[in-house]
T-cell receptor
Framework: DTGVSQDPRHKITKRGQNVTFRCDPI?????LYWYRQTLGQGPEFLTY????????KSRLLSDRFSAERPKGSFSTLEIQRTEQGDSAMYLC??????????FGPGTRLTVT | KQEVTQIPAALSVPEGENLVLNCSFT??????LQWFRQDPGKGLTSLLL???SQREQTSGRLNASLDKSSGRSTLYIAASQPGDSATYLC?????????WGAGTKLIIKP
């Protein structure tokens, strides 16, 4: 068990560019979550997968955001045409069913 | 719609004191509640998970309680240490997703 990992840890991009983040969950966990956190706030739910199926998306997630979890293993979160308001920490978590959620270190996105 | 509130937003106490952090939620239909710690610029570390059928959980100097009917949870930290300084967040598992409070920033003065 190596924990949840995320890549990259930091990303600086110019407005209008596309970015993609990766999350590798704990191997035996069937659920994978994406959250977004801005400074001084608690995280906000974005989307989650059970195995390879994306079961729910937040209304916060505009059409510019897309997430995948091929084969129920790692997941990617892509943001197209980034905006300054997308600057945040993007957090990934995994869990088995309704047990404890374990978080990765996050990817800090800065859009200039 | 589930809402989670944490009071106070910040707390500063001398080392060695026992302290209580509060978390309240508006909808008692929850699966579980989880307490986390977050150090500046870092990710989230899970401290305790309380399932909806449980009343409390303990880990070392930490004790978390849950009262679903009143929509409240408390995190008790015994004999606080400077290393406990961090932001503490509670999150309610409602409809398979975590709904978060804004956190309590805790400073333990040596």
């Amino acid at each position: 068990d190596t924990g949840v990992s995320q890549d990259p840890r930091h990303k600086i991009t110019k407005r209008g560019q596309n970015v993609t983040f990766r999350c590798d969950p704990i191997s035996e966990h069937n659920r994978l979550y994406w959250y977004r956190q801005t400074l001084g706030q608690g995280p906000e739910f974005l989307t989650y997968f059970q195995n390879e199926a994306q079961l729910e998306k937040s209304r916060l997630l505009s059409d510019r955001f897309s997430a995948e979890r091929p084969k129920g293993s790692f997941s990617t979160l892509e943001i197209q045409r980034t905006e300054q308001g997308d600057s945040a920490m993007y957090l990934c978590a995994s869990t088995q069913d309704l047990y404890e959620q374990y978080f990765g270190p996050g990817t800090r996105l800065t859009v200039t | 719609k589930q809402e989670v509130t944490q009071i106070p937003a910040a707390l500063s106490v001398p080392e060695g004191e026992n302290l209580v952090l509060n978390c309240s939620f508006t909808d008692s239909a929850i699966y579980n509640l989880q307490w986390f710690r977050q150090d500046p610029g870092k990710g989230l570390t899970s401290l305790l998970l309380i399932q909806s059928s449980q009343r409390e959980q303990t880990s070392g100097r930490l004790n978390a309680s849950l009262d679903k009917s009143s929509g409240r949870s408390t995190l008790y930290i015994a004999a606080s240490q400077p290393g406990d300084s961090a932001t503490y967040l509670c999150a309610v598992n409602s409809n398979y997703q975590l709904i978060w409070g804004a956190g309590t920033k805790l400073i333990i003065k040596p």
